[in-house]
C-alpha cells in the first residue's frame, strides 16, 4: 500500500532508489577533477584541519530543527555536568551541605566534600563551550571538531596527506553527527583528540626527535591524565613501545616538564576533594559506596526490574568480577565478551581494511599499532563494566588501521577499485542514516530511522526528564522538588541531581525521606514551593 508522502515509497523502495544512486556515483564521482582536487586540499595541514573540525559540528547542527541540544540522562553525564559547574565557579570541589543526605546521588561526594568523582578533563571543555557559548553541549561539539582535525594531523606522521585526509574523513563520519559522543556528556572525544596528540608526536618524534613534537606528546598525555588517569598508564607504556631503541632526551624531557602541570591539578584536586593530596575522589567513592566498579557484585543476584535477555547477560558478564577472586576464566571470557562493542571503532565496510591490514604488517613499526589497542583492551580488562571512551585514546589507531589497510588494498590486482568501493560504502552508510534524521517529518524517514543501531540521536531520549522540565518551567518561583521512587524503581535510573551551588538554584533536587525529615529541609527553604515528583508513575506524576 501507497505510504503517506508524494510518491507513495516504501522503505524498501527508497532503499532500492538509494544503491541506484550510490553506484551511480560510484561510476561517475571519481572523476578526473574530484581526485586532484582532494589531492591538493591534502597538502594543505591548516585547511584540511579546519574542514575536518567544522564539517561534524556543521552536520550535527543542520539537525537540531528534530534532535535539540541533548539532555543529560546518565549518572555519569552529570558528573561530568557538576564538574564543569564547579569549575565555573572557579574551585575543584563544594563546600558540604548541611542537609547532605537528602541530596545523595550516584558518583557524587557529599563528605568531605561536595563534589563529583571524576577529573577536570571533560568537564573543564563542558565549562570553556557553557561559559562562551552559554551550553555545555558547545564543549562537546568543540571536542569532536579537535578530535576530526587532530585525527588528519596525527595520520601525516604516519601516511601520505591524501590518507591522512581519507582518515580524517573517516572519523567525521564514524564519531560526528550521529555518534554518541556527540549526543551525550560522556566525554569521550576529549581523550580522543589526547590520543591523536600522543600518537601523532610519536612517529615524528621517532623520525627527527623535534622538541616541538616532545612538547605535544606532554600536552596529549596531560590531557589524557586530565580525563583517564588509569588508562593513562598503558598510553604511557606505548611510549617506548613505540620509540623503540630510539630515546630522544630532549624531548622526552620536554613532555615530562609539560606534563607536571596536570601532576600538580591532579593532586590539588585530590586535596581539595579528598581531603588527602594522593586518593582520588573515586577511590573515596568506591570506599563509601562501592560504587563505581561494583565491588561487590560477585554472586549478586540481578535486580528485580524487568530486564530482556540480553541486558540480563549484560548484567551477568559485567558483574562477574571481584578483586582477589577474578579468575582467568572469568577475565578471558569478559575479555571475548567485549569483543562485539569493538564495532563502535569501525564501519562494517572497514573490517575488510582491518583484515588487509593486519595481513600486511611487515615491520616493527606497523606491528606496535595493533600491539597498542590490545594493551589498552586487556588493561581495561580488569574493569568490571565496559564503555566506549575507556579505549577512546587508541580510536586513532583503529583509524590508522582502516586507512593503511585500505592504502594495502590498493596493492594488489583490482585492489584499487576494491578499496575505492569500501570508502564509497562508508559514505554510503552515513548518508543512509543522516538522511532519514535531516529529513525526518518529511514521509518516508519515519520507516527507516526506527532501524538506526546508533540509537544516542532519536531512541534513548529521556522523554519523561523533558516532559516533567516542561512542567516544572510552567511553574513561577523557586521549587524544591521532592523524589519519591516506588519499590521496584531501577536503581540506575536517579532524578536528583544538583549543580555545584545548590542553594542558589531556581530548582533543588531532593530524596523523599518521609514527612517528618522532609519538614527539616522546607524549613531550611521557606521561600521555596514544595513538590512531590513519583517518576515511577506513568507518565511522572508532580502534586503539591
Known amino acids: 500500500m501507497p505510504l503517506h508522502n508524494p510518491i507513495g515509497f516504501g522503505s524498501v ?69 557538576l564538574v564543569a559547574d564547579t569549575l565555573r565557579h572557579f574551585r575543584l570541589a563544594n563546600p558540604p551541605h548541611r542537609s547532605h543526605e537528602f541530596f545523595e ?18 568537564g573543564l571543555i563542558l565549562a570553556i563551550g ?13 571536542a569532536i571538531g579537535a578530535f576530526c582535525a587532530l585525527c588528519y594531523w596525527m595520520l601525516r606522521g604516519w601516511t601520505a596527506p591524501g590518507w591522512a585526509l581519507l582518515g580524517g574523513l573517516i572519523a567525521v563520519l564514524q564519531f560526528g553527527p550521529l555518534n554518541q559522543w556527540t ?49 593513562s598508564v598503558y598510553l604511557l607504556a606505548c611510549v ?21 602541570p596536570a601532576i600538580g591539578i591532579t593532586l590539588l584536586q585530590n586535596k581539595r576533594v579528598t581531603g ?67 564495532r563502535f571503532y569501525f564501519y562494517p565496510p572497514l573490517y575488510l581494511a582491518l583484515i588487509a591490514f593486519l595481513a600486511g604488517i611487515r615491520t616493527y613499526r606497523w606491528l606496535c599499532v595493533p600491539a597498542a589497542c590490545l594493551l589498552f583492551a586487556l588493561g581495561t580488562n580488569f574493569f568490571p563494566a565496559f564503555q566506549f571512551h575507556y579505549l577512546a585514546a587508541v580510536v586513532c589507531l583503529f583509524v590508522l588501521m582502516s586507512v593503511r589497510g585500505l592504502q594495502t588494498l590498493t596493492r594488489l590486482r583490482r585492489g584499487r577499485e576494491a578499496a575505492r568501493v569500501l570508502i564509497f560504502f562508508c559514505i554510503a552508510q552515513f548518508v543512509f542514516w543522516y538522511a532519514p534524521h535531516l ?12 532501524f538506526d543501531m546508533w540509537n544516542s540521536i532519536n531512541h534513548r531520549n529521556p522523554e519523561r526528564r523533558i516532559e516533567v522540565d516542561r512542567q516544572l518551567a510552567a511553574i513561577p518561583g523557586k521549587l524544591l522538588i521532592f523524589v519519591r521512587y516506588w519499590p521496584r524503581h531501577p536503581f540506575q535510573e536517579e532524578w536528583v541531581y544538583n549543580g555545584a551551588d ?38 511522572p506524576r508532580l502534586t503539591w
Open 13 to 81: 523502495d527508497f532503499i532500492d532508489l538509494f544503491l541506484a544512486v550510490l553506484l551511480t556515483a560510484l561510476a561517475l564521482c571519481w572523476s578526473p577533477f574530484i581526485a586532484p582536487a582532494c589531492a591538493r586540499l591534502a597538502r594543505r595541514p591548516a585547511w584540511c584541519m579546519i574542514l575536518l573540525a567544522v564539517l561534524p559540528i556543521a552536520l550535527r547542527l543542520a539537525l537540531l530543527a528534530h534532535h535539540p541540544v541533548p539532555r543529560p540522562d546518565i549518572y555519569d553525564e552529570f558528573g561530568h555536568l
Open 105 to 122: 546521588t550516584f558518583f557524587v561526594l557529599q563528605q568531605p566534600s561536595y563534589s563529583s568523582i571524576y577529573p577536570i578533563g571533560s
Open 130 to 142: 557553557w561559559t562562551l557559548l552559554g551550553s555545555p553541549w558547545a564543549g562537546v561539539l568543540l
Open 183 to 231: 549526543n551525550s556528556y560522556w566525554g569521550g572525544a576529549v581523550p580522543a583528540a589526547a590520543g591523536c596528540l600522543v600518537f601523532g608526536a610519536l612517529p615524528r618524534l621517532r623520525n627527527t626527535a623535534r622538541l616541538r613534537d616532545g612538547l605535544l606528546l606532554g600536552l596529549g598525555a596531560s590531557l589524557h591524565l586530565l580525563t583517564r588517569p588509569y588508562e
Open 240 to 260: 617506548p613501545l613505540f620509540l623503540g631503541r630510539r630515546f630522544p632526551r630532549k624531548a622526552l624531557l620536554a613532555a615530562a616538564l609539560v606534563c607536571m
Open 276 to 342: 588527602n593530596w594522593f586518593q582520588l575522589p573515586y577511590s573515596l567513592s568506591q570506599y563509601q559506596y562501592g560504587v563505581p566498579a561494583a565491588l561487590t557484585f560477585q554472586q549478586t543476584p540481578i535486580p528485580h526490574v524487568p530486564l530482556t535477555p540480553q541486558q540480563a547477560l549484560d548484567y551477568r558478564m559485567q558483574s562477574n568480577f571481584h578483586p582477589g577472586h577474578d579468575t582467568l576464566a572469568s577475565y578471558l571470557a569478559r575479555l571475548f565478551y567485549r569483543v562485539r562493542y569493538y
Open 439 to 450: 529529513l525526518e517529518g518529511t514521509g518516508f524517514p519515519i520507516e527507516i530511522v526506527r
Open 502 to 539: 545548590i542553594d542558589t538554584q531556581r530548582i533543588v533536587w531532593a530524596h523523599d525521606l518521609g514527612d517528618e525529615e522532609n519538614q527539616k529541609l522546607r524549613a531550611y527553604y521557606p521561600d521555596r514551593k514544595a513538590i512531590l515528583l513519583e517518576p515511577d508513575a506513568t507518565p
